[in-house]
Nanobody
Framework: QVQLVESGGGLVHTGGSLRLSCEAS????????MAWFRQAPGKEREFAAA????????DYDDSVKGRFAISRDNAKNTVYLQMNTLRPENTATYYC?????????????????????WGQGTQVTVSS
């Protein structure tokens, strides 16, 4: 399994921006499709965004489309989540996740059970 460490969370006002980072170690980063999930207090973990191993394919939950952008730098073993126009309902712990893939499968998936490595999470709080 790959080890994942998130960073970049914090407290912002409504309308503000944050960029989350997730650095991977232990295995070849390009062997993994990546995703960001989030979990608010008292709620189920839910999908936010995903990116294929090459970065050519991305997918977003409808609630963040047009505001969040996922990207990756395979040379730096890092995946990013740029979050703009943040809203109080975006307050959650954000988790980075990795899914081992074959190079022929340059696709994304939004199911959390498809991912087998997880980071410890980074807290994002959006004040109104």
């Amino acid at each position: 399994q790959v080890q994942l460490v998130e960073s970049g969370g914090g407290l912002v006002h409504t309308g503000g921006s944050l960029r989350l980072s997730c650095e991977a170690s232990g295995r070849r980063f390009s062997d993994y499709a990546m995703a960001w999930f989030r979990q608010a207090p008292g709620k189920e973990r839910e999908f936010a965004a995903a990116i294929s191993w090459s970065g050519r394919s991305t997918d977003y939950d409808d609630s963040v489309k047009g505001r969040f952008a996922i990207s990756r730098d395979n040379a730096k073993n890092t995946v990013y989540l740029q979050m703009n126009t943040l809203r109080p309902e975006n307050t959650a712990t954000y988790y980075c996740a990795a899914r081992g893939v074959d190079y022929a499968a340059d696709d994304t998936t939004s199911g959390d059970t498809d991912y087998d490595s997880w980071g410890q999470g980074t807290q994002v709080t959006v004040s109104s």
